[in-house]
């Protein structure tokens, strides 16, 4: 990357990464003072809590987030996840279904090949005996990303000065995200950056005009003398000092609804590490420590939200924290010392902050608390109803075998054209295509069982996204075909699904035997599936349709005669539902939450532009 480049996005950055740190004088003095502490608002205090702000920032924005974890980005992506899907990876913790061992043959699949030191070694061996940790680290990441939802939520309200003025603002923004973040970047950078150069200017004149001794106000003597002079009231007045580096108003609307020092992190996909770093070091970050140095005591009315987006913003911090720690040994392949320095380093510090906001749960931290618990509540609830359809659709699955054997007596018959039925699986038939066989004995004669699932890497690149395979033998003419999508990718495909999959079904024909001898071949475990599949036999979209058909096998051949009778949509609607045996928490969960949640999600159909025509939907209740 060049060095204009960097500059360019390290100018674009502050528009959407900085907005909320930018402002945090405004109102981080305010909510300190509030309470018991305002009543010692002489300088002992003030330069107590500046030592704090000035520490804070050093070691959590710049040496925490600017110089470690900022390195452990997933394939340019930041966040909470990023680092969840590192560990997975690295540390075997895949908690998706389907998971595949040419999976881990995509490029962005490892970053790295270091071999595994006794720690690593170690540490992936107890989260592999021990299933419940596995599932409590799961819902640990889960609180982090529900609390910076809840930081997402909390961020007007605590920002607005006018809401009519707000109103039209997020209109705006939401009106130009699509057109994406470079534009809406452009927009704001010439704001923020003004703002950041009136601050220093301003900083810079009142610290000589008012107070040149402020400097040293920078020695952590004041903090200990702060706590020691104010006890209780101290302590509980950091709820307030943590707002320096959690800012308020949640510029990184894009993609990621965090705030403060998290969003640099979270937005590395947006702009680069070098860039988002030198913002900081250069511009940010003496602005701030000048504005902090310079400031006297505003007023506003923002102590109940500021309480709540703090206890908020801490407890995400404190996850990649922790899961910053954990990433050391698995994937850096650091010594368990390093990890744990690193952990009471900067985790000790973000407990005692989370323990100054617990301390005003009655005064308005509470809203954190119930927003974040209902969204996780939710997150989880669809984890765990779709992970038990998954082992239903696994553990009711059928034999090929057992379908070609019971044909005649069903009276089955092919018909021309093309199916595809969507199905959660990677192997094996679903159940629900023996429940539609049974109830209408006829099926297409290509058949293709086609499976949508994610895979832990941000990105899948459109020439690694679909994979074909066999199923059952050759004279059967039936097909799988895998569609894989990153956790960042949007899952809509822009392009002629059809002919892409005949493409890659012709592609898959013609190379089966050259590629069923190659290294990279993949057989299924099962032995009803004769499937067949590798990265070199994936799709490509360049024109197999135009081959002159006296080159193609009679295989092929058939595949795209099939193609001009039509292509047909098969899509399961299955109803999850508990068993009459299981405890009422389970029923409401599953028919009831679970329930809701199914209805409103998005069909498979939409991602792939299904006409309503070609469609033909499945019922069926799982009993889970």
């Known amino acids: ?169 997020l209109v705006g923004l939401f009106s130009l995200q699509h057109n994406g973040t470079h534009r809406v970047a452009f927009l704001f950078a010439p704001i923020v950056t003004a703002w950041l150069l009136c601050l220093t200017g301003i900083g810079v004149y009142n610290i000589f005009q008012w107070n040149p001794h402020i400097y040293r106000a920078l020695s952590p003597t004041y903090m200990l003398k702060l706590l020691k002079t104010t006890s209780v009231e101290g302590w509980v007045s950091l709820g307030g000092v943590v707002l320096a580096i959690t800012g308020a108003t949640g510029t990184s609307f894009t993609q990621n609804i965090v705030s403060g020092v998290e969003a640099m992190f979270a937005n590395l996909g947006h702009f680069s590490p070098l860039s988002i770093k030198m913002a900081f070091t250069f511009l940010v970050y003496p602005s701030l420590l000048l504005t902090y140095m310079a400031v006297t005591i505003g007023l506003r009315d923002t102590n109940r939200m500021g309480h709540a987006y703090g206890l908020a913003v801490t407890t995400v911090m404190f996850v990649t924290t922790c899961l910053m720690a954990l990433v050391m040994i698995i994937v850096w392949k650091q010594k368990i010392i390093t990890a744990v320095l690193f952990l009471l380093s900067f985790g000790s510090m973000e407990l005692l902050y989370i323990s100054a906001c617990i301390f005003k749960v009655p005064e308005g931290a509470w809203i954190a608390l119930i927003m974040s618990s209902g969204f996780m509540a939710v997150m989880y609830i669809w984890y765990y109803g779709t992970m038990k359809k998954h082992q239903f659709d696994v553990e009711n699955k059928i034999s090929i075998n057992r379908i070609v054997a019971f044909g005649p007596s069903l009276g089955m018959v092919r018909v021309p054209g093309i199916g595809l039925v969507y199905t959660n699986l990677v192997t094996g038939v679903p159940a629900i295509f023996g429940h539609f066989v049974t109830n209408l004995p006829a099926f297409h004669q290509v058949l293709v069982f086609v499976c949508i699932k994610s895979v832990q890497v941000p990105y899948v690149g459109e020439t690694e996204r679909i994979l074909i395979s066999r199923v059952g033998p050759k004279e059967c003419g039936m097909y799988r075909c895998i569609l894989r999508y990153g956790y960042k990718d949007l899952h809509q495909e822009t392009y002629n699904f059809e002919n892409r999959l005949v493409s890659g079904l012709v592609h898959f024909v013609e190379t089966e035997e050259e590629k069923s001898v190659s290294k990279e071949t993949l057989c299924s475990t099962e032995e009803e599936d004769n499937v067949r599949s590798s990265l070199d036999g994936q799709v490509m979209t360049s024109g197999f349709g135009q081959v002159e058909s006296f080159l193609l096998k009679d295989e092929s051949l058939h595949i795209l005669k099939a193609k001009e009778s039509g292509v047909t949509y098969i899509f399961g609607h299955s109803y999850a539902k508990a068993k009459k045996s299981s405890p009422v928490l389970k029923k409401f969960v599953v028919n009831v939450v679970y329930a809701f949640l199914s209805k409103n999600c998005t069909d498979p159909n939409v991602l792939v532009n299904v006409s309503p025509t070609s469609l033909l939907e499945v019922g069926m209740i799982y009993y889970v």
């Open 1 to 169: 990357m060049s060095r204009r480049t960097v500059l360019m996005l390290a100018y674009q950055s502050l528009g959407v990464v900085y907005g909320d740190l930018s402002i945090s004088p405004l109102y981080v003095y305010k909510t300190t003072f509030s309470g018991k502490l305002s009543l010692n608002e002489d300088d002992e205090e003030i330069f107590g809590v500046l030592s704090f702000i000035f520490w804070t920032i050093t070691l959590i924005a710049l040496f925490k987030y600017v110089f470690i974890v900022m390195s452990a980005d997933d394939n340019g992506e930041g966040g909470t996840f990023a680092l969840y899907s590192l560990l997975c990876r690295h540390a075997g913790l895949g908690i998706l279904p389907n998971h595949q061992a040419v999976d881990e043959s995509l490029p962005a699949y490892f970053t790295e090949a270091s071999a595994d030191t006794w720690q690593s070694s170690v540490l992936k061996s107890f989260l592999e005996k021990h299933p419940r940790f596995r599932t409590g680290l799961l819902i640990f990441v889960l609180l982090g990303t529900c609390m910076a939802i809840g930081d997402g939520v909390l961020t007007p309200a605590i920002s607005d000065y006018v809401v009519i003025i707000s109103c039209v603002i």
